[in-house]
């Protein structure tokens, strides 16, 4: 082999094994704490939240296109429980519901944000497309959610794909945007309207056994670390 053919292959073995730099443990970690413990609109590192009963959604729609709204919305949560193996049903029984999500219109929105937000949320939340609210028990699980997809807004931005999927996944338990991490769709710079492989581990991460609502960042430092040094081996981050 000729020494520029062997520079040729040298050099394109390298830039084919360079890792991107979301498969770093340390990268995942990080932006995990970054998501799951902290919240746009509050300041300061949280603790962890997520669901520990069956997700049970009721869709209630306000406007057309009922059965496109749907399909997306069945295609995206059929995902997340497959990521995070954890149960999300719907139901047509509003009372057994404790997810509900509208698909309505611009001008339902703060009435709707002050019904069940209250009248204090909306200059918050002026200028937003959409939006998702979740209520915790005593035990820092989440109880119940909302969501309020304003479809004509959402549709006027180019947004309808990504407010069903940003909302929906944040509700999990991830509610922070960033302005460090990506690729994401939890971001303040958003490019992404579907799961990036970065999401799909944050997801995974979240729903492991290990990980209990109401844990801080300092319980969490001694059990994340070790999954991913698993997940590393094993190729899960390699093939998220």
Known sequence: MSFLIFLIVLLTTSIYAQEPHWHSPKYI?????????????????????KWLSTIKIKIVHHIGDQELHTKLLKMHTDNLGQISNHSIQ???????????IYFTKSKLYNPLIKKYIGEQSIPMLKGSVCLGNFKLDKNNNIKNGLIIIPVDRARYHGKLVSCIVEEITQLMGLPNDSKTVYPTIFSDTNIYSLLTGLDYLLIKL???KELISGMTKKDLTAIIPKILSKWKKDGTIANA
Do not use: P, T
């Open 29 to 49: 970690e990080e932006s995990f704490y970054d998501i799951a413990l902290k919240n746009e609109y509050k300041k300061g590192d949280s603790f962890l939240r």
């Open 90 to 100: 719907y139901v047509d029984n509003r009372d057994k519901a404790n997810l509900i």
């Open 206 to 208: 979240l729903y492991q």
